[in-house]
């Protein structure tokens, strides 16, 4: 069935770092692909999205990129804040024939804090 | 504000007994989730509906039921079947259509002692 796998955590990082999560993924077709961020104690907000191959989703500096070759879609940022401590999820949304027609389907999240 | 609405935040309950956590939304959406969160694991589908009167069981659905006899609310009851209920449980909506995004609400956090 359809899946996602995230790099595991937790990731440590100094104020004004690069970053970069991975994602890669398994899914029948062509799904749409989500990164997902939850601050502690609150439910999950959409950072960003591509909804087919080379896309390039954009928030608040957060970027990925849809690589169907690779079946990625990265979450990197070129200067972190310490406001972007947060667990973040990657997720996609299948196609016709797949087990996630219809819903969404998540890796297992990656917590990030950031240092001043 | 259009938007989703779970309550209560913060739930109590005695073990054995059944509990029902509420979800509303008013972003005119046909399909409603639940998922429940615990640490380390991601989020994991409960139930689903895509329509009124219509639900799906998702990934654990055992120990849990739903029902959807409005478009804006989409009541979970965590039952005393269940055998490892306190989590973190999350309520989600979208359009009814494939490869879109959902929204989420705040979340309930159970605790059963």
């Known amino acids: 069935g359809d899946s996602v796998t995230q790099m595991e955590g937790p990731v440590t990082l100094s104020e004004e770092a690069f970053l970069t999560i991975n994602c890669t993924y398994t899914?029948?077709?062509?799904?749409?692909l989500f990164w997902y961020v939850q601050y502690p104690g609150e439910g999950l907000q959409l950072l960003l999205k591509a909804t087919k191959a080379d896309d390039k989703g954009s928030n608040k500096g957060f970027e990925a990129t849809y690589r169907k070759e690779t079946t990625s879609f990265h979450l990197e940022k070129g200067s972190v804040q310490v406001s972007d401590s947060a667990v973040y999820f990657c997720a996609l949304s299948g196609d016709a024939g797949g087990t996630s027609y219809g819903k969404l389907t998540f890796g297992q999240g990656t917590i990030l804090t950031v240092h001043p | 504000d259009g938007g989703i609405t779970q309550s209560p935040k913060y739930l109590f309950r005695k073990e054995g007994q059944n509990v029902t956590l509420s979800c509303e939304q008013n972003l005119n959406h046909d399909a409603m989730y639940w998922y429940r969160q615990d640490p380390g694991q991601g989020l994991r589908l409960i139930y689903y509906?895509?329509?009124?009167?219509?639900?799906q069981k998702g990934d654990i659905a055992e120990g849990y039921s739903v029902s959807r006899e409005k478009k804006e609310s989409f009541p979970l009851t965590v039952t005393s079947a269940q055998k490892n209920p306190t989590a973190f449980y999350l309520c989600?909506?979208?359009?009814?259509?494939?490869?879109?995004?959902?929204?989420f609400g705040q979340g309930t956090r159970l605790t059963v002692v």
């Open positions: 509906s895509q329509i009124v009167n219509d639900f």
């Open positions: 989600a909506s979208s359009i009814a259509s494939v490869r879109t995004e959902a929204f």
């Open positions: 899914a029948t077709g062509y799904p749409s």
